[in-house]
Every structure is written in C-alpha cells, then in structure tokens.
C-alpha cells in the first residue's frame, strides 16, 4: 500500500537524522584525532613469570607516548605485579598490533591511582607524542573517544566513543578512588588507552575499564590524566594543566630556601618557596612574582610545580654589599610567567620576604 505522507520524513529518516545530528552536535567525529595519534598509541604485551611454578602468564594492554623520549602512560593494573611474579617482561607494538614489538620497563608506578609510567628502552629514536589535554576543562557530558587495541579480540587500532556520565567513581574490590564514570565501552587489552576530550582538546582520562558482568549496565570507568601529574613532573619535567583559582587569603607560603644565605657581590641564589592551601596542601600551578626592592621595575612570575613549589631564577645581580630581601607572593592566574610589568598583576595574595646577604 502505497501511502502518501504530504512531504513528512519517514520514521527511520528521522531517526538516522536524529543520531547524525546528536554526533555532529557533541562532536563525537574521532577520525581526525584517530589518525593524528596512531604513531603514539602503544599495543602492550605482558608476560609475568609464577615464582614458585614457572608458568607465563599473557596479558595485554594500552598505553600512550607522553613524550619524544620514550616515555609511555598505562593503567597500573596492566603492568603491575605482585610477591607472586618473578619476571615480568613488556613489549609494545606502536600504531598497530602487527607493528614490530619493542621492550619497555616500568619506571614508576602511583598503585592509588592505578596509574603506571613506563619507557622504551631503544633509545635510538624520538617517539610521537600525544597532546595532553586539561582534565579540569570537562564537564558532564563532555564526548569522550579512546584509541587502543583489543589483543585477545584480535581487533587492531581501533575507536570508541560515548559521554561523561559523572565525575566520580570508585573500583572497591580493588581499592581505586577518583575515577571517572563514562559511556565508553571498555574491551579487554583495552585499559591503559588515551581518552581524549572531543572535538581534538588532547588526553584528559586514561582507560581503566567496566564493572563487573551483572552488577552494573554500561558503567565504564576512566582515570582522570591530572592523577598522573606527579609521575609526568617526576620522570618526564611535564606539567599538567591546573584548575583556575582565585587569589586566596587561605593561601600561604612557606620558605624552602635559608634564610639570610651569603652569597657573593653578583652572584644569585635559587630561591624557593611552597604555595600551600588551607588544609595545608600544595598547590600546584599557582603564580608567584618575585620581586627585590632595589631590582628595577619588572617582576619575575613563575608557576609552582606537582608539588607546590616555585623558584626564582637569576633575575638581578647587586654590585655592591649589603642586606637584601627577596619578595615573593601570590598572584592572579591569569598573571603571565616570565618577566612582566607589575601593572599587569591584577591581583595579588599572601607574601612572604626571603633575607639574603651579599658581600
């Protein structure tokens, strides 16, 4: 029977419609990056050797380069072994499960966190990097898309995508916190993979994987990339993307450097100090300008690392003797690093004077 609509859609039009303009909308076209990326995404194969009875044991994972050396991002759980495993050996096959295996070693490992840093040991050669993203720019139903590899599924380079569900969640059974819960399907030899920010806005989660069968329905969790920052600072110098803050009185600064330190007529010590919270924690990615009286018009900013602490560089040199003081203190994050004119600090927080003598 032939019916005549007067020019409406069909319902299947409408629904592939639908889902056309649902992807286009939340940007949820991984192509682009899929191919930009395929060189840093890692294929890994992991082999633990029983103490007590020899048997190998075959696992696989994914990992991503971080950075031209070598170094290699993974879920903690794909590498990780226990007082049970003699070896362990690790290989990584780069952009594709049949590209030539390369071995790697573990060179820190945040268990918390799940999250593990290793390096290719050939040393020859530099390494694709992938963009790293900001963790703290996502919000609720931000797309998300991971590149991996499924070994024991045989399924090569490979993506997924879906949705930020929630910014919390938790693997109780194995005592992981702070985890992201999302919409994108987790496939075994998948953990460890780059989760990126769509449309193009770099890594911001690391793969970890789903709840068990039958306890939870599309419940897949990632690791936020910021719990990887102190590992990144540590081995790599990299300094992840910090949460935008307001100058706070709360915060406060403690001297890491000694006080009243000699040094000679146009010499210049490295001065530290550590950006502290309320609660007494560091804070990572806070502004602070340097700035001696006698120095001349500009200040120095620079930014606090992993763990909170800033340094002065060489900015002045004094010719003659005397007493000194370096000031240090909290400004705006908008304030820009690098020598700047103090009419461009928009505002400034808790200070602190560092004594030094010069002679």
């Known amino acids: ?47 633990k050797t029983k103490k007590e009875t020899g048997q190998v044991t075959a696992g696989s994972g994914t990992g991503f380069v971080v950075s031209p050396q070598g170094y290699v ?62 963790a703290f720019d996502v919000s609720l139903g931000a797309p998300l898309c991971s590149l991996g590899f499924s070994a024991p599924l045989s399924a090569d380079y490979r993506t997924t995508t879906g949705i930020l569900s929630s910014l919390t969640g938790q693997d109780d059974a194995n005592g992981v916190e702070n985890l992201w819960t999302t919409q994108l399907p987790s496939n075994l030899g998948e953990s460890g993979a780059p989760v990126l920010h769509l449309p193009d806005k770099g890594v911001v989660a690391i793969k970890y994987g789903g709840e068990r069968p039958g306890t939870a329905q599309n419940v897949n969790y990632v690791i936020p990339l910021n719990l990887a920052g102190t590992l990144l600072w540590q081995y790599c110098g990299i300094i992840l993307p910090h949460p935008t803050y307001a100058v706070s009185a709360s915060f406060r600064l403690e001297k890491l450097s000694e006080d009243q330190p000699v040094i000679p007529v146009g010499g210049w010590d490295n001065f530290k100090v550590r950006v502290l919270d309320k609660a007494g924690k560091p804070v990572p990615g806070a502004k602070v300008a340097w700035r001696t009286p006698v120095g001349g018009p500009l200040l120095y900013v620079s930014q606090s690392d992993q763990a909170g602490v800033a340094s002065a560089p060489n900015l002045y040199t004094f010719p003659t003797s005397g007493d000194y003081l370096q000031t240090a203190a909290v400004v705006s994050d908008s304030t820009p690093t690098g020598f700047t004119d103090p009419a461009k600090i928009l505002a400034s927080g808790p200070a602190i004077e560092l004594k030094f003598k010069q002679q």
């Open 1 to 47: 029977m032939n019916l005549n609509t007067g020019g409406l859609m069909q319902p299947r039009t409408l629904v592939t419609l639908f889902f056309a303009l649902f992807a286009g909308a939340y940007g949820q076209d991984c192509s682009i990056p899929a191919t930009s990326y395929q060189q840093g995404v890692v294929s890994l194969t992991v082999k």
């Open 73 to 134: 991002l993974t879920a903690d759980h794909v590498v990780a072994r226990d007082s049970s495993v003699d070896d362990i050996s690790i290989n990584g096959a780069i952009g594709s499960l049949y590209a030539p295996n390369a071995v790697l070693t573990v060179v820190g490992e945040d268990k918390r966190s799940d999250v593990a840093l290793l390096r290719f040991l050939d040393q020859s050669r530099r390494y694709t990097a992938i963009r790293l993203g900001n």
